[in-house]
């Protein structure tokens, strides 16, 4: 088991930044992938950056594409976000998640535990 805890959220102007950070603890290993997701109200979870831990290959979704990014501490126990440059479309309850066998893909079924998600406001 691997427990997930986010911090970092808060309520922010268009154009500012925040970091989330991601609080690992368990079953953590080298060979996973962590990512971070987001969901709007109505919408549906959607991916924004994940992390393979052992190669350190990294994909972004297109809308945070230069403005948002992931990076991991040199322990297994942490991933952050940074997000800068925020828009109000980024606004959305942030999600981490641990994907075991490592891929760290788009799909959010693939992944193996969630933490409670932290939320982040952006106003204009």
């Known amino acids: 088991q691997v427990q997930l805890v986010e911090s970092g959220g808060g309520s922010v102007q268009t154009g500012e930044s925040l970091r989330l950070s991601c609080a690992a603890s368990g079953r953590t290993n080298s060979r996973y992938a962590t990512a971070w997701f987001r969901q709007a109200p109505g919408k549906e979870r959607e991916f924004v950056a994940s992390?393979?831990?052992?190669?350190?290959?990294?994909r972004y979704a297109n809308p945070v594409k230069g403005r948002f990014t992931i990076s991991k501490a040199s322990s297994l126990n942490s991933v952050f976000l940074e997000m800068n440059s925020l828009k109000p479309e980024d606004t959305a309850t942030y999600y981490c998640?641990?994907?075991?066998?490592?891929?760290?893909?788009?799909?959010?079924?693939?992944?193996?535990?969630w933490g409670q998600g932290t939320q982040v406001t952006v106003s204009s």
């Open positions: 992390l393979r831990w052992n190669e350190n290959k990294i």
């Open positions: 998640a641990v994907d075991e066998s490592g891929g760290g893909p788009y799909w959010a079924n693939v992944y193996d535990y």
